[in-house]
């Protein structure tokens, strides 16, 4: 079967490394949630992500199912899938490890790496999209849940999920104005870092704009030439 069959039918290897990723993100916090971490603001902001995370899988189940040929037999090793995506269940959160097996299973399918990486060569915006989105994902994620630990002991007004999550969203968006500013030296390390994280996003977009704008101007321009 030629790569851009099974690629077609499977979803591009890059995307199916990302469910990969965001499996594993997902299973590694739920097993920090139950036996490392013991603050509950910690653990919701933990949850909140994971809620997110859930949201992803769901649409990407019902996706495929709306794609399978075979809804019947897609349903067969799918409702595992559905079932571990549900949010806030956790004892089927660990139906994640099927999701991850079953796209390995896939990469393997792939014979040569060679294939891969020639995959994901062409296919360069793909790569770079993902890339920036995955730096975002997890500059957002840790430093929402780290700020709470590093501030506790400043009498900080970052004390609760909901605020350290905000905290974390309007430094990646630089939007300063009645944003509760870190006092700690790690938490303004990592006001730093999301500032920076969200200047380059705002460089993808702005990029990714313009370069919608020169190819519309192409296709106009080739269009009143014909």
């Known amino acids: 079967m030629k790569l851009k069959e099974v690629m077609k039918q499977q979803g591009s290897p890059l995307y199916n490394l990302v469910l990969i990723f965001l499996s594993v993100y997902v299973l590694a916090t739920l097993s920090i949630e139950a036996f490392l971490i013991e603050d509950q603001e910690i653990k919701q902001v933990l949850q909140y992500i994971d809620f997110a995370v859930c949201c992803i899988f769901l649409c990407d ?33 660990w139906g994640r490890v099927s999701k991850v097996v079953r796209v390995i299973r ?30 975002v994902f997890v500059s957002f994620t840790l430093s929402s849940a780290f700020i709470l630990e590093f501030e506790r002991s400043y009498n900080s007004s970052i004390n609760t999920a909901e605020s350290a999550l905000w905290w974390a969203f309007l430094n990646l968006m630089n939007a300063k104005t009645s944003i509760s500013q870190a006092v700690s030296h790690e938490g303004i390390i990592m006001t730093t870092v999301l500032n920076k994280v969200g200047l380059l996003l705002f460089a993808y977009v702005n990029s990714m704009f313009i370069a919608w704008l020169v190819v519309q101007k192409r296709t106009d321009l080739e269009t009143t030439n014909y």
């Open 106 to 135: 896939y990469l393997r399918a792939i014979k040569s790496i060679k294939i891969l990486v020639k995959s994901l060569h062409v296919s360069k915006y793909e790569t770079f999209t993902l890339s920036i989105l995955l730096i």
């Open 61 to 93: 189940f019902f996706v495929n199912f709306y794609q399978a040929e075979s809804k019947s037999q897609f349903l067969k090793w799918g409702w595992l899938d559905f079932i571990s995506s549900i949010p806030a269940i956790d004892p089927l959160r």
